[in-house]
């Protein structure tokens, strides 16, 4: 059963519940090239660094998904929006990733990007290369062996992109 959610710029008081759904996904190190022994403060830190606009989707009053927009380069790629989602495990398979893309992608419009791209997909993170594909974004590049996933060893990652 999907789930609509509501989506919002996120606050301070949302960083235990963006914390309780990054810190699992950190600790598995299959789906995100970051630290998997980074702590809170380090998570959170990335999350909301500088540049970085951050929502939440709520859902009965709780945060089931979270991602940042940003820039994806500086300078002349600056008008190339990036993001990063995440959806809580209880909330997984329930239209959360699909809601929060198409916000991120509408609010990069509104922002006057004029693509998004996704720099590094892990290859074996089948579930987000077909969200992806279905909301129109083509994989443009291959980088072999990018990844060192914990079980599987080096995969390849994937740059995603599509224009606005």
């Known amino acids: 059963m999907s789930i609509v959610p509501t989506i919002r710029p996120a606050t301070e008081a949302d960083a235990n519940a963006i914390w309780a759904m990054l810190e699992p996904i950190l600790r598995a190190g299959e789906t995100y090239a970051l630290p998997r022994d980074w702590s809170r403060a380090q998570a959170l830190d990335y999350w909301f660094s500088g540049g970085h606009e951050v929502f939440v989707a709520v ?28 959806t809580s495990a209880a909330a997984s398979g329930r239209g959360i990733a699909t809601a929060m893309c198409e916000h991120s992608l ?7 990007f004029l693509a998004m791209q996704f720099n590094f997909v892990i290859s ?14 083509d ?15 080096y995969v390849d990652a994937l740059v995603m992109h599509r224009m606005l």
Do not use: M
Request: aromatic share 10%.
């Open 59 to 86: 859902d009965a009053g709780n945060v089931i998904g979270c991602y940042y927009l940003h820039a994806n380069q500086r300078g002349g790629g600056a008008h190339v929006a990036n993001s990063g989602y995440v």
């Open 106 to 112: 509408q609010r990069a419009a509104e922002r006057g």
């Open 124 to 137: 074996t993170n089948e579930r987000a290369v077909k969200l992806w594909s279905r909301l129109g974004f």
């Open 139 to 153: 994989i443009v590049g291959t980088i072999p062996k990018a990844f060192e996933h914990p079980r599987l060893g």
